[in-house]
């Protein structure tokens, strides 16, 4: 042996050399196989349906699909059919080669392959003319560089995603979507035999119209068929499956669902995943998207050829439904424009965010009355939509019935923030300078896109707090620089709520959809219109989603047909009633009434603490410590003269005289009702009176907090802490109103205390107040300290 080792020493050290060769050129890291390859990428719906497969950057459909993911039927049935001695050789199968050189050049006939596995993945991945000697002998010397390089599980693997399938259709993968609509791993035996024989003719005929597969491709794959059942047991069930027709779906049959939204994804998220899972119901896409059409078919008379609706899951924020255009490959309506990013006037749809600003701050509540009469905001003079003034209107008429001066009225009442600010906060985007607007924002001064004023009303329902859209499930990471913004809390719970409780009493229109409803779903809802009629908006939500829906001209033309109320409400109604027949028990979140949330009886003439001359009684929801109260004043007794008529003054003689209540409205009003047709009384003058009226008894006492006291607590023990209030009055009085530096903390019966937690240092009025209107006052001084 030892011999043999020094007779043979220097071949032997030539091959350990060409061993250790052969070896480091395995374990030296190479690229992987698919790095010149672009690819394909496949967008998914929530319910993991295809909606979409885009073309690789070369126009190819091609899918990268690892070979555990390809049916054992393809990998057998390609070796069956291809190359059975794949595993065996090193790249090339020398009896093969000489076969077919001596078939092709000595024996004249027809030209034969000879073409392993590797040869024909070296031909693909270097494009390769192998058709003179020169080019096969390159084509060669190129799948021995394979060989040594990778493992036959990744040459494998490679020529089954490099081969081509017909068309422009590349890889096992692309091929059995498009074809099969199934992916690779999923096909049964003759589908995995027709993906088997397509590479070496592609062009086998297939019928485009009905994807019937033409003669040669069956006579093929029926060929391997046979072949196959000599080395593998076939179940009856299965050969008979290859008597059927074989049909193949084209490229043009393919799914090509919410391309707005999915045009949208692709130009925003950026990932290398060749799969992605988008947050799109499919189904409430076709619902939406057929409600378009036929407002669409039905309002043409009208000259409204175009709309764009975006549906939002509030308790998810994810997009559900996306219409970018009546038509997405309507060219007159330049349908491939995404309508729901269009930045596009608002009209009235912001109106609801500046009353939830003004009952953040205090400045109303849902029943205080504004006043609805021309007035000046400096060189501001707005005007309503139907250029009439209402004179007093509750906050919640004025709201729903979208009255200008109103708004505007809260909207200069507004600071930390304003409007405008609270719009930043809100990400609202390519704003101008505040001062650019003014006041005008109120009205649709500034632009907004769909997408973004369905994040607003999203915020309403989501007690406050505004987050991002959602257009992929979380496992699709976009770019930095396309990082989502963080959630905000930018209104609280309470003024959420009551905005939402305020929009909900906007009377829906009754049409034919409405009646066949066994339910009819509440709705939040508000309409826009923007000037010039160029747009119509109607924005809401319903259930646990959110909607806006937009109709006008991309270029910008107005139609006087646009009106929000009278042109995108009913097409609004008809997706929500739609919505709610596919899904009976669509039902909104269970969400508990915000903390620090009261319901209190309110004069609804003046929209202040009920009295008992007020003739018009009603509720409305009230923040403690927040909202705006006071005691009714439009209600006032008078005693008046049974003879003249007139106001008498102290002592009173009951016999001669009667009590009798008025209204006392101011004078802007006053002369609303007048020029409506119906003047107010003019209340009789006192002024003759030396001193007051009392015929109404004593006013309340207060008993507790002490006068002039200063009320010391520890700042540690400060929600342990609190102060009894308390007071004496006439037994005729049934409910007294508390107050601390005029602001409302609530009411009792006389019989009753009522507790306050100070949260500061500082001198605070305490007032009481009777529900006929009489009041007592007191202050007292409160000290904090550790």
Known sequence: MIGFIVRHQNKLMALLLLFIAILVIRLYPHPPLCEPLTFSKRYYDDNNQLIRMTLAKDDRYRLWTPLEDVSPDIINGLLLHEDQWFYYHIGINPFSLARA????????????????????????????????????????????????????HDILEAYLNYAPFGRNIESIGAASIIYFNKPPSQVNLPEALTLVVLPQSPTYRIDRK????????????????????????????????????????????????APHFVNQIIQQHHSNAQEVKTTLDSNLQKIISRQVNLFIERSRLKNINNASVILVDTQTMQVKALIGSANYFGNSIQGQVNGTL?????????????????IDQGVLHPRTIL?????????YTPENFDRNFRGPISATDALIHSRNIPAVTVASKLHNPSFYQFLVNAHIQKLADESHYGLSLVLGGGEISAQELVGLYAMLANEGRWQPLKFTEPTILPKPQHTLPEPQQLLSPQAAFMTIDMLKQNTRPQDVLSKMQNKIIPVAWKTGTSWGFRDAWTAGTFGHYAMVVWLGNFDGSGNNAFVGV????????????SINAYYPNLHKPNRPLPPNLKRIDICLTSGNLLTQWCKAKGKTWFIPGVSPINPDTIFRPVMIDNQTGKAVCPPYDLTTSHLAVFEYWPSDLAAIFASAGIPKKTPPSTKHCRSSQNYLGEPPKITSPLKNVVYQFRSTKQKNEQISFTATSDGNVKTLYWFVNNNFIGQTDPRNAINWIPTQSGTFKILVMDDLGRSNSRKIKIELFD
């Open 210 to 257: 009905t994807g019937f597969a033409g003669k040669a491709l069956v006579k093929a794959r029926n060929q391997l068929f046979e072949r196959w059942q000599e080395k593998y047991d076939v179940d009856s069930n299965i050969a008979a499956l290859f008597l059927q027709k074989l049909v193949l779906r084209q490229p043009e049959q393919m799914p090509f669902g």
């Open 101 to 152: 050189f001596g078939a092709t050049y000595l024996g004249g006939g027809n030209r034969q392959g000879a073409s392993t596995i590797t040869m024909q993945l070296a031909r693909m991945r270097w494009q390769l003319n192998t058709k003179n000697i020169g080019g096969k002998l390159h084509q060669i010397a190129r799948a021995i560089q394979l060989e040594l390089m990778y493992s036959k």
């Open 566 to 577: 009278d042109a995108a409400t009913p097409l609004f109604f008809n997706i929500v009633d």
């Open 342 to 358: 269009a930045k596009r006037s608002p009209g009235s749809t912001l109106k609801p965010f500046i009353y939830a600003l003004g």
């Open 371 to 379: 006043k609805d009469v021309a007035t000046d905001f400096g060189a």
